[in-house]
């Protein structure tokens, strides 16, 4: 069964260096997401993007966040600058077009900035 | 803005018993999805069940089914025979519908689920 492949599956960084977390979402989806979750609490919205550009973002998505889709598997988000609050677990989600509505998630990237 | 709420933050049931947890939501939209993700402790988001807001059907999956109360913007899971690696965190997520604003999740705080042999 098709699944959401995330890497890696745990970053340890320091402050004020660049991540880059990586998604291979399910191949004919076309909507992908990356939402977070800081430990003991909920999950919650980063940003969606869709035919190549961004479709909404939640205000935690600020200027340290981007994301791509650099070729036609892949699609990253990359934090410029982590900061130590930026410590969670960040998931990937795809979607197919049509009718099901659902969102399928990788086993997730745990990030922690020391 | 749409919210939800998941008002158990624990909950426990023994073993091939049944369990009911509950959610609640605010919405204005008149079509909207609701979900219920189950987290295991390996923290995979797995998709246990959906509800289109516009059937008056509730969802069945095997061994969970909804109740989905649209008057009242409820949405309870219910879990019969329940079994160990049914222990997880259990979290019911929104989502706007066609002409949504907005096609993200969003998401309860959650309830945790253990199950006792």
């Known amino acids: 069964e098709p699944e959401v492949t995330q890497t890696p599956s745990h970053q340890v960084t320091q402050m004020g260096q660049e991540v880059i977390l990586r998604c291979v979402p399910i191949?004919?989806?076309?909507?992908f997401y990356w939402y977070r979750q800081i430990l003991g609490q909920k999950v919650e919205f980063l940003v969606s993007f869709y035919n190549n550009e961004i479709s909404e973002k939640s205000e935690i998505f600020d200027d340290q966040f981007s994301v791509e889709r650099p070729d036609g598997s892949n699609f990253t988000l990359k934090i410029r600058s982590t900061k130590l609050e930026d410590s969670a677990m960040y998931f990937c989600a795809s979607e197919a077009a049509g009718q099901s509505y659902e969102q399928y998630f990788g086993p997730g990237t745990r990030l922690t900035v020391t | 803005a749409q919210t939800v709420t998941q008002s158990q933050p624990e909950m426990s049931v023994q073993e091939a018993e049944t369990v009911t947890l509950s959610c609640t939501y605010d919405?204005?939209?008149?079509?909207?999805?609701l979900f219920w993700y189950k987290q295991p402790p390996s923290r995979q988001m797995i998709l246990v069940i959906r509800?289109?807001?516009?059937?008056?059907q509730n969802a069945t999956e095997n061994r969970f089914s909804v109740n989905f109360q649209k008057a009242a913007k409820s949405f309870s899971l219910k879990i019969s025979d329940s079994q160990l690696g049914d222990a997880a965190m259990y979290f019911c997520a929104y989502r706007s519908g066609d002409g949504g604003a907005t096609n993200k999740l969003i998401f309860g705080t959650g309830t945790l689920l253990a199950v006792q042999p």
């Open positions: 919405t204005s939209e008149s079509d909207y999805y």
């Open positions: 191949s004919n989806h076309l909507y």
């Open positions: 509800q289109e807001a516009y059937k008056q």
